[in-house]
């Protein structure tokens, strides 16, 4: 996986138009049906979980010792009368394609044309701005790589090492990390990053906020290399003791160079408009896997 110094939102654009035309949706007086859909897959060595998600809809990835990957999805549809939620059902939860290295997870609904010219010629075009929710549980072996795209909607990532990005519009995050060469982008949201590990097991970590709040939590015999920049508005606040300027830095309210311990992986976190908090951890984070 690359490093570039900014990562695209492409993919968080193409949501972000999706969740503009809901949100002009009639949200009043409409009924609302829920259902539930599971479906697992055998997942090899070195396999990759691609997932696309809703544009409104968390994400919560979980990682586990099975051979598998196990995509569970609570679909919320809503319209103004019986006949019409029948309609958008047929149409609305996730797709599942097979590789020989690679998983792909794709959330259709009334959003997607291409879906719809494919499944349903004749859907009604008056409930294809018809607003939707599809919430996802997935788990997937500790070892697996992660390409995520999620619109508007919690995110919650844990005991997964591997190569990882992640890119949210708008999301408040709950990211727990031991390893792994990791890249996450949030749009808007308050975002927990927890480094259970002193020493970081791969190649660096990059989390990135455009506007709200990132809370970086780590322990307090942490070792690594960490970049902290402010890019617009706002500060940072250091509440960690043992971090030391890097050779000719100073910490500045936005900018800060540091080395945690006795210095390794590289971690660079940003923040656009908003609060950057670096804090100790406690007791260990997360057990051992099993």
Do not use: C
């Not at 906020?209 to 402010?230: T, Y």
């Not at 976190?269 to 007791?283: Q, R």
């Amino acid at each position: 996986m690359k490093r570039n110094a900014l990562i695209p939102f492409l993919a968080a654009a193409v949501l972000f138009a999706a969740a503009s035309a809901l949100q002009t949706f009639a949200q009043t007086n409409l009924l609302k049906r829920t259902t539930y859909k599971t479906q697992t897959v055998e997942a090899g060595p070195a396999m990759t979980l691609s997932l696309i998600g809703a544009p409104d809809g968390s994400i919560r990835i979980e990682g586990w010792k099975e051979r598998e990957i196990e995509v569970s999805a609570e679909i919320e549809v809503r319209a103004g009368n019986s006949a019409d939620l029948d309609e958008l059902a047929k149409v609305t939860g996730f797709a599942i394609d097979e590789g020989p290295t690679k998983i792909s997870v794709v959330t259709v609904g009334p959003h997607d044309k291409k879906y719809l010219k494919k499944v349903a010629k004749h859907f009604p075009k008056r409930l294809r701005n018809s607003p939707f929710k599809v919430n996802y549980t997935v788990k997937v072996p500790f070892y697996t790589d992660l390409d995520i795209d999620g619109g508007k909607g919690a995110l919650a990532i844990a005991g997964v090492e591997g190569a990882m990005r992640v890119n949210f519009l708008e999301s408040d995050a709950d990211l727990l990390f031991t390893g792994g060469s990791v890249q996450v982008t949030i749009g808007a949201g308050d975002v927990t990053v927890t480094l259970a590990k002193p020493s970081w097991r791969g190649r660096f970590a990059e989390v990135q906020v455009s506007s709200g709040k990132l809370n970086v939590r780590m322990p307090k015999d942490m070792n690594a290399n960490i970049k902290a920049q402010i890019l617009r508005t706002g500060e940072i606040e250091n509440k960690v003791g043992k971090m030391k300027p890097e050779r000719w830095t100073k910490f500045t309210e936005t900018n800060m160079e540091a080395i945690a311990g006795h210095g390794g992986a590289s971690m660079h976190f940003t923040v656009g408009d908003g609060t950057l908090l670096f804090s100790s951890l406690g007791k260990p984070a997360v057990a051992e896997k099993q």
